[in-house]
């Protein structure tokens, strides 16, 4: 619980963040604008960088902090969620310039892409056994998890919440593996 205080109640980031600002690989950490494009440029050399489109939508959001009636969807974010004791507290920190030199250094992180949920995948019946087009169960082929559709959408639907994805992976391994050796 101390830990816990202190990480979240104590001035700047958490151990998590400072430890990937000094070791992170995909992280470059300056305290210009300039020095951040360059440490980008040597990260990524191959992608394209548009420095003048980038310096207008910082600015540009920069300014929407000036703006109390704010339509920017993340600023008006920010401020919701800190109406909530809670997370003003221990959560979102309060929202400030980007480009305001008293909350350097700035930060810039090399994203990998990836699919996090399918929402769909190989249909299969309630003992996981891959169906064919007809509808019908291919003999020895299973399909659960993720590629059967159940890390995400699946049993929950399009709608399904976060954190509900592993029990439903669990749920048809399990299925799955009753069936096979039912039918050994
Ligand atoms: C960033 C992130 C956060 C998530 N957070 C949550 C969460 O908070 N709560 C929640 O419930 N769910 C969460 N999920 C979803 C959940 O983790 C996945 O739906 C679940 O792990 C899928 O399990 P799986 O076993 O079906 O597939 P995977 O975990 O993807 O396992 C598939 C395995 O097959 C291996 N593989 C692939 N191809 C081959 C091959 N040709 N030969 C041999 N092996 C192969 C892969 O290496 C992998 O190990 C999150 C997912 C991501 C990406």
Redesign the pocket.
């Known amino acids: 619980m101390r830990e816990l205080l202190r990480q979240r109640l104590g001035k700047g980031a958490t151990d998590a963040v400072e430890a990937f600002k000094e070791k992170g690989a995909d992280f470059v950490i300056a305290d210009s604008l300039d020095d951040l494009f360059a440490g980008m440029r040597r990260l990524a050399p191959d992608v394209e960088l548009d420095v003048q489109a980038i310096k207008h939508e910082l600015e540009a959001r920069d300014r929407e902090l000036d703006n109390t009636f704010t339509k920017d969807a993340q600023v008006t974010a920010l401020r919701g969620a800190r109406t909530y004791r809670g997370d003003k507290l221990i959560r979102v920190a309060k929202p400030h310039k980007i480009l305001d030199e008293k909350h350097r250094p700035l930060i810039a992180v090399k994203l990998h892409v ?4 399918s929402l769909g995948g190989i249909q299969t019946d309630l003992s996981s056994r891959v169906l064919n087009a007809a509808g019908k169960p291919i003999a020895g082929l299973y399909a ?5 559709g ?3 959408g699946g049993v929950h639907g399009y709608r399904s919440l ?8 669990l749920f048809t ?1 399990m299925q799955a593996g009753r069936a096979i050796a039912g039918a050994l």
């Not at 990836?114 to 949920?117: E, I, Q």
């Open positions: 990836l699919t996090r949920k659960v998890g993720e590629a059967a159940f890390g995400g976060e954190g509900t994805f592993l029990g439903g992976c391994g």
